[in-house]
């Protein structure tokens, strides 16, 4: 009989799930058209653009949570070790962020961002939930604020991807990770706190989880609804868009579009008001934790109410959500003009199929992902250290 390895013992097949949703939803967002032709923001846009990546990094938060003993966090020399482990996956997946920033795609790649956020995550692996999710309130608000004010003194920002050419000038290549970049680590650190808060939990059974569907439904409302009545002003639309006057439907049609990682480094302070893709304000920030809490706590339930027998095939289907970090490379691979399918917006179903065509097999076979086996290998090689110590 074939063993199924997210049914391995103490692992949560919600957070594969979740994993899932979001490769599957950063793919739409690199294949699928944002725009109708009439210029409107299409569905999947809407429910995707800057809330996929977002639920990667509340995912990482979790991950690096679990990692580091769930709702009981590590101490002492089995701490140290667990540091190091995190230490060295997020030098690995950095440098495979830089590889992949080299290819000859049109994708902002995530990886060398992703690898600093570790970084700067782990620090605080010593708190437990309710201290975690405080400060992760209080850094989706300072944060934001801290870029506003620093950035105009900041090298300007490359738009390309990160890749091994920039080492040459480190400076600008730092500035880019951690505040002008596309996913820029230091107000992206929300993402992680609140990831890690919920991985500090017990999240077994299913009303916890819902629980956390419940909130983060709450907090995505009400981070959006405040941010449109700040908006809604004609002092605000006016300091944002100073050039003309702005209905509040135009404005609000311009801001759903991606501001690319930041608002704009001279723009007025009232920018940090606005709810946009890949703004990295308080609000967007809000709003997009809340939307991870919403698909996490679901799929979380989801999950744990379902008998043995249909865990077992939900952790077939969202095999992908077990080789994330893989099967990301694989699709940034795709999306080169030399390898198959093309680049176009009909291939999307391709580029899905083969995701999860790849994560149900490696789940049937009972194989780590590539990629997770060698970033991983580190941390085993220190916690085997434990062991034979």
């Known amino acids: 009989m074939l063993r199924v390895a997210p049914l391995r013992e103490g692992r949560l097949v919600g957070i594969d799930v979740a994993r899932t949703v979001a490769l599957v939803g950063m793919i739409a967002t690199h294949v699928l058209d944002g725009r109708t032709t009439t210029g409107e923001l299409t569905t999947v846009q809407?429910?995707?653009?800057?809330?996929?990546?977002?639920?990667?990094?509340?995912?990482?938060?979790?991950?690096?949570?679990?990692?580091?003993?769930?709702?009981?966090?590590?101490?002492?020399?089995?701490?140290?070790?667990?540091?190091?482990?995190?230490?060295?996956?997020?030098?690995?997946?950095?440098?495979?962020?830089?590889?992949?920033?080299?290819?000859?795609?049109?994708?902002?790649?995530?990886?060398?961002?992703?690898?600093?956020?570790?970084?700067?995550?782990?620090p605080f692996i010593g708190l437990r939930a309710v201290p975690l999710a405080v400060l992760a309130g209080v850094w989706l608000v300072a944060a934001p604020v801290v870029s506003h004010l620093v950035r105009p003194s900041l090298p300007v920002r490359d738009f390309a991807s990160p890749d091994f050419s920039r080492l040459v000038d480190p400076g600008p290549l730092l500035a880019d990770l951690l505040l002008t970049g596309y996913y820029p680590a230091v107000p992206w650190l929300a993402y992680l706190l609140a990831g890690m808060a919920i991985g500090r939990t017990d999240l077994t059974g299913w009303r916890t989880p819902l629980r956390l569907a419940a909130c983060g439904l709450g907090l995505a409302v009400v981070a959006t609804a405040v941010s449109r009545l700040c908006t809604s002003s004609l002092e605000v639309r006016t300091a944002l868009v100073p050039h003309r006057v702005t209905t509040e439907d135009e404005l609000l049609r311009m801001l759903s579009g991606s501001q690319h990682g930041t608002t704009p480094t001279d723009g007025a302070w009232q920018w940090l008001l606005v709810v946009s893709p890949h703004s990295a304000t308080p609000f967007d920030l809000a709003q997009t934790i809340g939307s991870a809490l919403v698909v996490i706590g679901l799929a979380l339930a989801l999950a744990d109410v379902l008998p043995r027998w249909g865990r077992a095939a939900l952790a077939v289907v969202a095999g992908a959500g077990a080789m994330p970090l893989s099967l990301y490379a694989l699709h940034v691979v795709m999306r080169t003009p030399?390898?198959?399918?093309?680049?176009?917006?009909?291939?999307?179903?391709?580029?899905?199929?083969?995701v999860l065509g790849v994560g149900a097999a490696f789940a049937l076979l009972g194989r780590r992902g590539p990629l997770e086996w060698l970033v991983g290998w580190p941390g085993r090689r220190l916690r085997r250290g434990v062991r034979t110590g």
Do not use: K, N
Not at 46 to 74: D, Q, T, Y
Not at 90 to 114: D, H, K, M, Q, W
Not at 338 to 354: C, N, S
């Open 46 to 122: 809407w429910l995707a653009g800057g809330r996929a990546s977002a639920l990667f990094a509340v995912l990482a938060g979790v991950s690096i949570a679990l990692m580091s003993g769930g709702a009981h966090p590590v101490r002492g020399r089995e701490r140290t070790r667990t540091v190091l482990g995190l230490a060295a996956r997020a030098v690995l997946v950095a440098l495979l962020g830089l590889a992949l920033g080299g290819l000859e795609t049109s994708l902002a790649i995530i990886l060398a961002y992703y690898g600093v956020l570790f970084l700067l995550g782990l």
């Open 338 to 354: 030399d390898v198959w399918p093309a680049e176009q917006e009909r291939t999307f179903g391709w580029h899905v199929a083969v």
